[in-house]
């Protein structure tokens, strides 16, 4: 099961941090992934994280945001600084277990994934 917190309503130009916990064992193994959906939009992957730590941005959030993991609290984090109104969405967080030889993540790998969070939603008001 994965439970995301952190959203909220903020202005532009703040930040926040969202966290996507993990219950159970074996959160090390596993791939995680941001992936938000707007009113009217398709869902959209933010950020990504293997196993190894690696990470993958989306253009639009590159420099603005980042994924981090803490294995130890089977969380991860996306920070998310400089916020823009069009990021204004539900997060969700995907997991998957790390069974990729590519040192990236992908974000249509996750369109399988095996655990998925409920979201948290995000309003950045300008």
């Known amino acids: 099961q994965l439970v995301e917190t952190g959203g909220g309503l903020v202005q532009a130009g703040e930040s926040l941090r969202l966290s996507c916990t993990a219950s159970g064992s074996g959160f090390g193994v596993y791939s995680i992934a941001w992936f938000r959906q707007a009113p009217g939009k398709e869902r959209e992957g933010v950020a990504c994280?293997?196993?190894?730590?690696?990470?993958e941005y989306a253009n639009s959030v590159k420099g603005r945001f980042t994924i981090a993991r803490a294995n130890a609290k089977n969380t991860v984090y996306l920070s998310m600084n400089d916020l823009k109104p069009e990021a204004t969405a539900v997060y969700s967080c995907?997991?998957?277990?790390?069974?990729?030889?590519?040192?990236?993540?992908?974000?249509?790998?996750?369109?399988?994934?095996?655990?998925w969070g409920q979201g948290t939603q995000v309003i950045v008001s300008s």
């Open positions: 994280v293997k196993s190894s730590g690696s990470a």
């Open positions: 995907a997991a998957q277990v790390d069974v990729s030889l590519s040192p990236s993540c992908s974000f249509p790998t996750f369109d399988s994934a095996d655990l």
